[in-house]
């Protein structure tokens, strides 16, 4: 494929889906009373009971698109658990755990990895600050992995060592998008024979510094760049199969953009856990098995 063509709009290009298994946490003890991201004002009410009603329409349309679910128990007192893809980076049934940056969270780091080894991960106990999947991302064989807000240089090191892949460090600028799953989605990660057309991503390029912007341009000059706009109601925290592409229904924009590149969107809102400063993919975490 030459470049030109690559560019080019695909309607009509036939996406794969992938089967995925994911890990969620319903949000039965979700509130705001503390900030530690500038969407979240304690002051603001929550509806606990419209956050769950929202959850669940997010884990019934997993499993209508035929994917698995597991669900961690929430616990009273830690009300960002509901945000799974924090808590933990799985790859080919190894857990590396989470570090979390404030204290609110620190919690919830042990109960994510109690959890993956009760149910067959091998857990590897971090030593550095990360938080998870909010932070990495593995497309193909490379892990993106987010730094400026919660997790540190010294962990994208870490991540690297424990799975041995090439770990691509991106830095995030803006407050609003403090995790790498508010800026970047992984449309497809799969690559290599057969596949290498398709492994793709979406991305805001405002929310990172001019260096991981132009490496990103050199890597996916294929991605979908996403406006400010779209950005800012967190429709890159989203979540895809490979075909199907789970977004907020206010990023319109990125709606028509999945659509020209023959993904099916499908427009879920939360904005009720919005309020804490999460979306799809937060309330998502893949647990990736051994290779059989
Ligand atoms: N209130 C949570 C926090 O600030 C939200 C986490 C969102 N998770 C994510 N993967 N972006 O830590």
Request: net charge negative.
């Amino acid at each position: 494929m030459s470049t030109h063509e690559s560019v080019a709009p695909a309607t009509g290009t036939e996406r794969i889906q992938q089967h995925r298994r994911y890990l969620m946490c319903r949000p039965e003890h979700f509130t705001v009373s503390y900030s530690i991201n500038p969407w979240m004002e304690p002051s603001r009410p929550t509806d606990t009971a419209r956050a769950l009603q929202q959850w669940q329409t997010l884990y019934d349309t997993y499993l209508a698109l035929g994917h698995d679910v597991d669900l961690i128990d929430p616990i009273d007192g830690l009300p960002d658990m509901v945000y799974t893809a924090n808590g933990g980076f799985l790859i080919d049934g190894v857990a590396y755990g989470a570090k979390f940056r404030f204290a609110e969270r620190v919690p919830e780091g042990p109960a994510f990895m109690e959890w993956f080894a009760a149910n067959g991960f091998d857990v590897v106990e971090p030593a550095e600050v990360n938080e998870g999947e909010g932070d990495f991302l593995l497309v193909g064989q490379t892990i993106l992995a987010g730094t400026g807000f919660r997790s540190t240089g010294d962990s994208h090191r870490e991540v690297g060592e424990v799975f041995g892949r090439e770990v691509v460090s991106l830095t995030l600028t803006d407050p609003r998008f403090y995790h790498l799953d508010t800026a970047i989605a992984v449309l497809d990660p799969v690559e290599g024979p057969g596949g290498a057309e398709r492994a793709n991503i979406a991305y805001l390029p405002n929310a990172f510094d001019e260096r991981s912007q132009a490496i990103l341009r050199e890597r996916y000059p294929d991605a979908i760049q996403v406006s400010d706009a779209d950005g800012a109601v967190f429709g890159l925290n989203s979540a895809s199969d490979g075909r199907n592409a789970i977004i907020s229904p206010r990023a319109t924009g990125f709606e028509a953009q999945l659509r020209e590149r023959g993904y099916t969107p499908i427009m879920l809102d939360l904005s009720e856990l919005l309020l804490g400063g999460g979306g799809i993919k937060c309330c998502t975490l893949e647990l990736r098995g051994a290779v059989r």
